[in-house]
């Protein structure tokens, strides 16, 4: 059941990446990402703490993202936009809107701050892993040409 999960989060972010023109080598990589978070959010199910499990797993695809950028000498932010993917919290905004428009006060709280809380542990799961990789990788300078 994981694996079949991963494959449809494969197949999704292949379908947004072609939406926004990636292709070949890059798209498949890129995709795989996102079917490697998912797995690492899933596998960290035995915590019970699904912000905490969504922290994980963008720091895992954070990390895939940044590896990958070096290998195949492209912005990491290519790798790291379509394998977010999965984990982006849609249900959790659809929800709070929902709650706001009928007016159930409480709900919309609840759910409102468990969505911001998600978002926040996507947001810090790439902070923390692109500032350990610009912390411990030289500054990037141009080729001198004489």
């Known amino acids: 059941m994981v694996f079949l999960q991963c494959i449809w989060a494969f197949l999704a972010c292949i379908a947004f990446g072609l939406v926004y023109s990636m292709r070949g080598k890059t ?23 699904d912000i905490l ?26 790798f790291q936009i379509v394998a977010l993917l999965p984990m982006v919290p ?35 799961g790439i902070l923390l892993v692109s500032s350990l990789f610009r912390i411990g990788t030289p500054p990037y300078s141009e080729p001198k040409h004489e």
């Not at 498949?28 to 703490?49: D, K, M, P, Q, T």
């Not at 695809?61 to 990958?68: D, G, K, L």
């Open 27 to 49: 798209l498949l990589i890129a995709s795989l990402g996102g079917a490697l978070g998912w797995f690492v959010y899933l596998i960290f199910n035995f915590l019970n703490r």
């Open 53 to 78: 499990q969504f922290f994980i797993a963008t720091v895992a695809t954070a990390i895939y993202s940044e590896i990958m950028a070096r290998l195949l000498k492209k912005p990491a932010t290519e």
């Open 90 to 124: 849609g249900g959790g905004i659809f929800y709070t809107m929902e709650y706001c428009v009928i007016g159930n006060d409480e709900m919309f709280m609840k759910t409102g701050l468990h969505t911001l809380g998600i978002a926040g542990a996507l947001a810090m």
